[in-house]
Nanobody
Framework: VQLQASGGGLVQAGGSLRLSCAAS????????MGWFRQAPGKEREFVAA??????RYADSVKGRFTISRDNAKNTMYLQMNSLKPEDTAVYYC??????????????????WGQGTQVTVSS
C-alpha cells in the first residue's frame, strides 16, 4: 500500500492550494483518510478526516479547508483557501480501513504518505 501526497508549494497569505493523496495497493472507501501537518519544532497535528459518510475538521481550519475524496480514483483532496502563515507545515496524508471516533489520533493510522511542504508567506 502506498500513499502519494502532492500539491504543496509556496503561496502568499490569503492564497489557495489543493493537496492530493493518491492511494495504491488497496482501497479505503469504507475506512478513514485524513490529513495531518507538522510544523518545525511542533507535534504532528490533525487537520481533517473523511470516511464512512463523515467529515471532520480541526477548529483551526474550519471554514477555510475542504476535504474530499474520489473513490473511483482512490484519491483524497484537501482544498486550502484563505491560507495563513501559521498553516505553514509539512502536510501528510494517512489512511486506515475503519472509521471511529479517534479519527484525529495520528497513532491510529496504518498508512502514511511521504509529506508535502506548504509554505505561506506573510
Amino acid at each position: 500500500v502506498q500513499l502519494q501526497a502532492s500539491g504543496g508549494g509556496l503561496v502568499q497569505a490569503g492564497g489557495s492550494l489543493r493537496l492530493s493523496c493518491a492511494a495504491s495497493g488497496r482501497t479505503f472507501s469504507s475506512g478513514a483518510m485524513g490529513w495531518f501537518r507538522q510544523a518545525p519544532g511542533k507535534e504532528r497535528e490533525f487537520v481533517a478526516a473523511i470516511g464512512s459518510g463523515r467529515i471532520r475538521y480541526a477548529d483551526s481550519v474550519k471554514g477555510r479547508f475542504t476535504i474530499s475524496r474520489d473513490n473511483a480514483k482512490n484519491t483524497m483532496y484537501l482544498q486550502m483557501n484563505s491560507l495563513k502563515p501559521e498553516d505553514t507545515a509539512v502536510y501528510y496524508c494517512a489512511a486506515r480501513s475503519w472509521w471511529s471516533v479517534d479519527y484525529s489520533n495520528s497513532k491510529r493510522y496504518d498508512y502514511w504518505g511521504q509529506g508535502t511542504q506548504v509554505t505561506v508567506s506573510s
